[in-house]
């Protein structure tokens, strides 16, 4: 095991970020070709691969009450600051969208799917001023390239996640409890305003009935007051407000908020519930967010396989551990996982992903709890065999390699429906 990688991984891929991250990754892009340049560009172009446009297609872009690429395109060239990486549009304001609703009408973009792009993760962006022109390409991964993207640290086995976990320095995982917070924070919000379906904020005012004397409903009935509730209002509100273009930080993991959301809260709040020290509940996170990365280094971080279910096999690793569970135990709760939810498709980013998430984390608390009580899938059961490694593998070739024609199929779907 290699400390010092793991601990880098978890650096480079649990980062912050505002909105959708498919987006923001090409106004990042656009912003980067417009400081080449000296003054606003008259002429945008941008080249995607048809992942990046599958998941930048309905999402809401933060603060402007807009969804889709071309307003996200506009204020990266206006208000865009690459320092910030995935919150690249963080300086956002009602002034600025204004001026970029007028700016796109004044330099429509050119938006180009290319079906033969180098990367599944892949953006060009070329923009001209004043006889000049600058581009730049992001590949690989959201915010680098595809040098960067190659000499990642390779995560050998799930051991290595756990035995990391459980030996990691606990300052030098400190950020991941911040981030947890993060993702609270951007819940809280949901339950404040009008975000996507609403999902989180119905679920979080059926928790919290016996405080305000209202009816019960029929929700009421069945979801109640538990932690089991409170997990689900708190992840699918944190991604009903990212959806639907809040304004608000997350911190995300391998280039996505969502999975950031599902392997961060159920995780945060069980230890919350529960009162962990410090310690249980930083060696959950890492366990949670490190088995995330692993499972997306062979998956890749674009596929028709949902991230939020594989974020949610995470969760699941990291609640066995907070219930007590040890090695075994956290690859029963990942079997129970992968025999469960492995052919969840991935149709796009958008307001109904909370559905998802909350389909994951569900899935994740029963896998946990199963797995304490040593009930599990087993070897005889679909694409589960007795080792850990190679069932995971065994779902991350599906999604990777079998499913790259499903991949095609939901793509043309979305690019062809009727209004």
């Known amino acids: 095991m290699n400390k010092e990688g793991l601990l880098a991984l978890l650096h480079q891929e649990v980062i912050p970020a505002i909105g959708c991250t498919e987006p ?18 008259d002429k945008i172009t941008v080249y995607l691969s048809k992942n990046i446009y599958k998941n930048a297609l ?21 208000i865009g600051q690459s320092r910030y990486e995935l919150e690249v549009l963080r300086d956002t304001t009602p002034a600025a969208v204004e001026y970029a609703k007028s700016y796109m009408q004044r330099v429509p973009p050119k938006i180009i799917v290319s079906p033969e792009a180098p990367d599944i993760l892949y953006v060009r962006a070329v923009v001209s001023a004043v006889g000049k022109t600058a581009e730049e390409v992001i590949q690989g ?15 050998s086995s799930l051991r290595d996640v756990y035995d990391f ?18 993702n609270m924070a951007a819940a ?14 119905l679920l979080h005012t059926v ?5 305000t004397n209202a009816q019960p409903t029929h929700m009421s009935n069945i979801f109640g007051d538990t ?28 280039g996505s908020g969502n999975q950031g959301i599902s392997c961060s809260i159920p995780v945060y709040l069980y230890a919350l519930e529960h009162n962990c020290d410090e310690e249980q509940t930083l ?31 995470g969760s699941a690793a990291g609640l066995t551990y907070l219930m007590g569970g040890q090695y075994d135990e956290v690859t029963f709760a990942i079997k129970n996982m992968i025999a469960n939810l492995s052919g969840m498709i991935c149709d796009g980013a958008k307001p109904g992903c909370a559905l998802k998430v909350t389909s994951g984390v569900a899935t994740a608390v029963l896998s946990a709890s199963m797995a304490m009580h040593h009930s599990f899938a087993e070897a005889t059961e679909g694409i589960v065999e007795d080792d850990i490694d190679r069932t995971i593998h065994n779902l991350t070739r599906i999604g990777h390699d079998a499913m790259s024609q499903t991949d095609d199929l939901i793509i043309d779907i979305m690019s062809h429906k009727q209004s």
Request: glycine share 10%; charged share 15%; proline share 3%.
């Open 188 to 201: 809280e919000k949901s339950f404040m305003g009008n975000y996507g379906h609403g999902l989180g904020r």
């Open 227 to 254: 932690l089991f509730t409170k997990i689900l209002c708190y992840t699918c509100g944190a991604c009903d407000a990212r959806m639907s273009g809040a304004l608000v930080p997350v911190m995300s993991n391998s």
């Open 283 to 313: 060696r959950a996170l890492t366990l949670s967010n490190l088995t995330v990365i692993y499972f997306k280094q062979s998956l890749g971080r674009l596929s028709a396989l949902c991230g939020c279910v594989v974020a949610a096999t």
């Open 24 to 41: 923001m990754c090409v106004a990042l892009c656009v912003a980067r070709a417009k400081e080449k340049l000296s003054s606003e560009p």
């Open 165 to 182: 976990a459980l030996e990691a320095n606990l300052n030098d995982v400190q950020f991941l409890m911040d981030g947890a917070k993060m």
């Open 141 to 155: 991964t959201h915010t680098g390239s595809a040098k960067e993207s190659s000499d990642t640290y390779q995560i």
């Open 58 to 78: 309905a999402v809401g872009i933060p603060g402007t009450n807009m969804t889709g690429l071309p307003i996200a395109i506009a204020l990266g060239a206006t």
């Open 207 to 211: 928790s919290n009935q016996h405080l």
